[in-house]
C-alpha cells in the first residue's frame, strides 16, 4: 500500500507568515493528491485537488505544488483562522483501489 | 447541495458489529458522478479510510479493516451503510461518511463518535 509521510508533524507559525507543508508518497501516484483542513470537533474540508487545484471557495493564499512523490501546500499569509491540522490524500488504482491518509500537520499559533 | 448525515448506535460492546447508515439528500445516491465512502478518526488521531462503493454495489475497502468491514447501499432510500464487525476498543472513532469524486473526498457529513465499551 502507499504510505504519505507528512513533514513537519507540527509547525507553529505567526499570522502574516507563509508556511509550507509538505507530503511525501512512497511511490509515484502522478497528481491524484488532494489536502484537507480540519479544525477541532469538525469534519475536514477540501482545499485542494488533483494536487494543485484550488477547490470552489477556498482562499487563493492557499496553493498546492509537485507531482510524483513529493507535494506541498503552501499558504501565503497565515490568517486566524488557518491555524488548523492539515492532511493530504492520495487515491490509487492499481493493483488495487485504495486511499490513504497522510498523517496530518497541525499549524498552530506562535 | 450535498449533504450527508451519519446515524446509529453511539455505543457498543466489544466483540459486536458497529453499524452505521449515512443518508444523503440535496442529491441522488445514484449519481454516477460519486462513489461514496466511510474515514474514521480516533480521538486525537489522524484519519483513516475504512472503504467505499458505488451506487451499483461496487466495493473496495482498506486492506486492513478488509476482513471485518461491509459496506452496502440503499437506492431507495439515499443511504449507505457500514458494517464493522469483532469490534474493540481500538475502533473507538469519530466515524464520518463522504462523497468520493474519483479521487477526492468532497463532501462530508458532521461525523458521529461511536465508542466500543462493555
Known amino acids: 500500500a502507499i504510505q504519505l509521510t507528512q513533514s513537519p508533524s507540527s509547525l507553529s507559525a505567526s499570522v502574516g507568515d507563509r508556511v509550507t507543508i509538505t507530503c511525501r508518497a512512497s511511490q509515484g501516484i502522478s497528481s491524484a493528491l488532494a489536502w484537507y483542513q480540519q479544525k477541532p470537533g469538525k469534519a475536514p474540508k477540501l482545499l485542494i485537488y488533483d494536487a494543485s487545484s484550488l477547490e470552489s471557495g477556498v482562499p487563493s493564499r492557499f496553493s498546492g505544488s509537485g507531482s510524483g512523490t513529493d507535494f506541498t501546500l503552501t499558504i501565503s499569509s497565515l490568517q486566524p483562522e488557518d491555524f488548523a491540522t492539515y492532511y493530504c490524500q492520495q487515491f490509487n488504482s492499481y493493483p488495487q483501489k485504495a486511499i490513504t491518509f497522510g498523517q496530518g500537520t497541525r499549524l498552530e499559533i506562535k | ?118
Open chain 2, 1 to 118: 447541495q450535498l449533504q450527508l448525515q451519519e446515524s446509529g448506535p453511539g455505543l457498543v460492546k466489544p466483540s459486536e458489529t458497529l453499524s452505521l447508515t449515512c443518508t444523503v439528500s440535496g442529491g441522488s445516491i445514484s449519481s454516477s458522478s460519486y462513489y461514496w465512502g466511510w474515514i474514521r478518526q480516533p480521538p486525537g488521531k489522524g484519519l483513516e479510510w475504512i472503504g467505499s462503493i458505488y451506487y451499483s454495489g461496487s466495493t473496495y475497502y482498506n486492506p486492513s479493516l478488509k476482513s471485518r468491514v461491509t459496506i452496502s447501499v440503499d437506492t431507495s432510500k439515499n443511504q449507505f451503510s457500514l458494517k464493522l464487525s469483532s469490534v474493540t476498543a481500538a475502533d473507538t472513532a469519530v466515524y464520518y461518511c463522504a462523497s468520493l469524486s474519483i479521487t477526492i473526498f468532497g463532501r462530508w457529513g458532521q461525523g458521529t463518535l461511536v465508542t466500543v465499551s462493555s
